[in-house]
């Protein structure tokens, strides 16, 4: 990897600010930019680097792909009209759902998502803007993990030697890709983002598609988004890392109404980490686990089974798939 990482503890919040708002606009020179914005701490701290250094040459979008969390789209677009930054929403939901369709393995749903986003959405899009760059918040555990061949992450393309200006049109612009989450919070934090952007739990690049087994249907995300409302409700004052909901494949045979029900299982996870490279389960309370399982249990059409994920990483990974 020829990246260095620059730690927190090395981190110069002020000077890194000031050189990639610098880089960024000696890149682009008088150009325009596309900027890909889905809310996580990461392409939220890449947006304000952007508008920070082009202005009203920034182009931000939201791409409504089906796979996000609930009223997410509405959600984000408010915390930046506040910021100053006008957020423009596209609606990609069919052709998200129709590149899925069918497909069971992981690394091929993430291939999905990967030619989808970059080709299918942006490719379009920055050729009719005018655009020469899109800007994105790959930071660097993304890259290690893909590098290292534990999973592909969809945002990973010129670091695995991909040509991102022939193939889809566009050159990248990455300011954060030496930077782990800890040390892109500090920068987020700075930049003005407010707290409830900047200290959220990390989301996955592939979103909710990366928490459901098997194929992706926007039935089974909606199942997956409300079991996520739910988990993010019942853990936000744990302190955790990050904590997430996964709908597994098989069926399990359950109980209602004195009857048997074969219904959904959903798993639950929460972490202790401070880089995501390693990470221990949270010793969440029985109690709160207990009031969780019931909700979800009663009010997630189908779900008969939830359970705690008490493994470490490794051997386990963060995210499901």
């Known amino acids: 990897m020829k990246i260095k990482e620059i730690t927190l503890a090395r981190l110069d919040v002020k000077n890194f600010i000031r050189g990639q708002v ?42 409504e792909n089906g796979i996000m969390r609930e009223g997410e789209a509405k959600y984000i677009v408010g915390v930046f009209k506040k910021l100053g930054v006008r957020v423009e929403v596209l609606d990609a939901r069919p052709e998200f ?53 534990v999973k592909r992450q969809h945002n990973i393309l010129e670091q695995l030697g991909i040509d991102t200006k022939k193939l889809y049109g566009y050159k990248l612009i990455e300011p954060l890709v030496a930077l782990r989450k800890p040390a892109v919070r500090a920068i987020g934090k700075a930049l003005g983002l407010p707290g409830e952007i900047w200290s959220r739990p990390p989301f996955p690049g592939p979103a909710l598609a990366a928490r459901v087994i098997g194929e992706v249907t926007p039935e089974r995300i909606e199942i997956v988004r409300q079991a996520t409302r739910l988990v993010e409700d019942a853990l936000k004052n744990s302190g955790a890392f990050q904590y997430l909901a996964i709908l597994h494949k098989d069926k ?70």
């Open 22 to 63: 610098a880089q960024i606009s000696d890149m682009v020179g008088g150009g325009l930019a596309v900027n890909a914005l889905s809310g996580g701490v990461d392409s939220s701290a890449v947006t304000l680097l952007a508008h920070l250094a082009l202005g009203k040459r920034l182009k931000s979008y939201f791409i």
């Open 252 to 321: 399990v045979t359950g109980v209602r109404d004195g009857k048997r029900d074969f219904g959904l299982q959903i798993e639950v996870r929460c972490w202790e980490s401070r880089d995501a490279v390693t990470a221990k389960p949270t010793r969440i309370p029985y109690p709160i686990l207990e009031r969780l399982s019931a909700r979800i249990t009663t009010e997630v059409k189908g779900v008969v089974s939830v359970t705690y994920n008490i493994t470490c990483k490794p051997p386990s990974t963060i995210e499901a798939i």
């Open 97 to 149: 759902f129709r590149a899925l369709k069918g497909i069971d393995d992981p690394e091929e749903k993430r291939e999905a998502i990967t030619q989808t986003f970059y080709k299918t959405v942006f490719g379009p899009l920055v050729k009719r803007s005018g655009a020469k760059f899109l800007l994105q918040g790959t930071n660097y555990t993304d890259i290690e993990e893909t590098l290292a061949g």
